[in-house]
């Protein structure tokens, strides 16, 4: 990797997320997707001195270009190669608890996306893989050409609302296989059209391969609950997303941990238990400023919310 993906690397709503961290110094912080090492470096300077902080990666190359990015700060970080369904494992196992913040960028980095190899990107040619982890099984090749009809269109309308799942899974299925990115966007241009798109047509079905590949949806449910027992009372939970998929989950958990009582509406006395573990630091969801969408575009479509356990 060269020095440039470090360079070139902007961690989105930097300054926002710091403030909703509350960071002490001192803290213990647990970076759930530490990629390029942005907010993380970012994080230890404001916790100086004497910050520690845990950055998870199921990304080994986001590991190595992270590690480089925070060699100034040795001592004060561990790097482990872990998707963050194992947050609670990981942090028990290195003795990492209580933790004063835990932080989820999710989405795809802009190095991920630069690599052809990965598969990620339907503006450069490569293999259809989209795997964060070499050691994962499933890739996006055998989805798109062993998946049934049915199944194909039930993905891409599940994980990328893409109002043309059907004809677009018929048209894979009859024009199988296809091997490469470009391949695959091309066909899906063919199909929904979109010359007068604001995105190209083939955003959604990349999306929705990539989340089914990487199981992206079940590992951040099962990762919010356990960030909620790694963080010790008062600690921060922020979690950055980009799409409606993701900001639906994490807005629904925080909603629920912010009540006492989960039963349905209309049950006449509570039978659920339910305490609350969470107050919310944030009304609603913070948004970046057109200073920083105009500077890194990707950042526009960013959600962020925080909330802080009880």
Not at 204 to 220: G, H, K, P, S
Not at 279 to 308: C, D, F, M, Q
Request: proline share 5%; glycine share 10%; hydrophobic share 40%.
């Amino acid at each position: 990797m060269s020095t440039q993906h470090q360079v070139g690397h902007v961690p989105v709503m930097l300054q926002e997320s710091l403030a909703a961290l509350a960071i002490v110094r001192g803290g213990r912080y647990v970076d759930c997707t530490v990629g390029a090492g942005g907010h993380a470096a970012a994080i230890l300077e404001a916790a100086a001195p004497g910050g520690l902080l845990l950055g998870l990666d199921a990304d080994p190359a986001a590991l190595g270009i992270a590690a480089a990015r925070l060699q100034p700060l040795e001592g004060n970080f561990r790097l482990v190669n872990r998707n963050f369904s194992d947050l609670l494992t990981t942090c028990e196992e290195l003795n990492f608890m209580p933790a004063h913040g835990v932080l989820f960028d999710l989405g795809l980095s802009s190095m991920q996306l630069s690599v052809a190899e990965r598969g990620f990107s339907f503006q450069s040619e490569g293999p259809l893989d989209m795997r964060f982890g070499q050691q994962q099984t499933l890739s996006a090749e055998e989805i798109v050409n062993s998946y049934s009809e049915e199944e194909l269109a039930d993905v891409l309308w599940q994980y990328g609302e893409e109002p043309g799942s059907r004809r677009i899974a018929r048209a894979i299925v009859e024009s199988r296989p296809l091997r490469t990115t470009t391949e695959l966007a091309a066909l899906v241009a063919r199909v929904v059209g979109g010359k007068h798109r604001r995105i190209h047509p083939a955003t959604r079905t990349f999306q929705a391969l990539r989340i089914a590949v990487n199981d992206e949806l079940a590992a951040l449910s099962e990762a919010l609950s356990q960030a909620v027992e790694v963080l010790g009372h008062g600690g921060r939970l922020v979690v950055i997303s980009y799409h409606s998929l993701e900001d639906r989950i994490v807005k629904q958990f925080f909603q629920r941990e912010s009540r006492d009582c989960i039963c349905p509406p209309g049950t006449p006395v509570c039978v659920c238990g339910h305490l609350a573990t969470l107050r919310l630091a944030i009304k609603g969801a913070g948004r970046p400023g057109p200073g920083e969408v105009r500077s890194n575009p990707r950042s526009r479509s960013a959600r962020l919310r925080a909330a802080e356990r009880l």
